[in-house]
């Protein structure tokens, strides 16, 4: 089965720190997305990579970025965090045009 | 990609089979309808798809109407970990990026 893990499950901030979150699949996907979920507005997406060292943009991009050094890993930073990116972020991979795989999800509380 | 329409929610007994309806009444010809679902705080779990032809695996059936704009999702004996948020996904084959997840219906199993 694919597996699709994330750093932590659940994280506290403060606000202006800079949060990495990883994300690391097994199954040599090409592709990887970041969501994030909040009540009443569903998933969202924030970044996506198709391929090492390519990032496109999402719906929500503003205020995050994203590296993808290795194909396996997809790493989504918060250059300075603040309160109203308090949420849960879910990693997804997929090999190119398949069904999306996600991750158990990191919840970010930012204070 | 196309539209869909769920009920927001729906109950079922334990041990009964579970139909959830999908409305996509704007689907195109090349659009695979998705399920996934999703337990509480965990991220979303891949259940099934199909473009034309009715489907089946380990976890459920789909039954997609003759015009393509409604299918049903069959979960033909529930339990109480079947108590999710499940969403219906339109997508078009092939396409990379994102899953567009809606609302969804929330299924509560009771005893």
């Known amino acids: 089965d694919v597996k699709v893990t994330q750093s932590s499950r659940y994280l506290v901030k403060r606000t202006g720190e800079k949060v990495f979150l990883e994300c690391v699949q097994d199954?040599?996907?090409?592709?990887m997305f970041w969501y994030r979920q909040d009540p009443g507005l569903g998933l969202r997406l924030i970044y996506f990579s198709y391929d090492v060292k390519m990032k496109e943009k999402g719906d929500i991009p503003e205020g995050y970025s994203v590296s993808r050094e290795k194909k396996e890993r997809f790493s989504l930073i918060l250059e300075s965090a603040s309160t109203n990116q308090t949420s849960m972020y879910l990693c997804a991979s997929s090999l190119q045009g398949m069904k999306q795989y996600f991750g158990p999800g990191t919840r970010l509380t930012v204070t | 990609d196309a539209k869909t329409t769920q009920p927001p929610s729906m109950d079922c007994a334990e041990g009964r089979a579970a139909n959830l309806p999908c409305n996509h009444s704007t689907i195109s010809g090349n659009e695979y309808v998705y399920w996934y679902r999703q337990i509480h705080s965990q991220g979303p779990q891949y259940i099934i798809h199909?473009?034309?032809n009715n489907e089946t695996n380990e976890m459920a059936s789909l039954i997609i109407t003759e015009d393509r704009k409604s299918s049903t999702l069959i979960l033909p004996h529930a339990t109480l970990r079947d108590t999710a948020v499940y969403y219906c996904i339109v997508r078009v084959a092939d396409s990379w990026g994102k899953f567009q997840f809606g609302a969804g219906t929330q299924v509560v199993v009771t005893p």
């Open positions: 199909g473009l034309k």
């Open positions: 199954m040599d996907h090409e592709n």
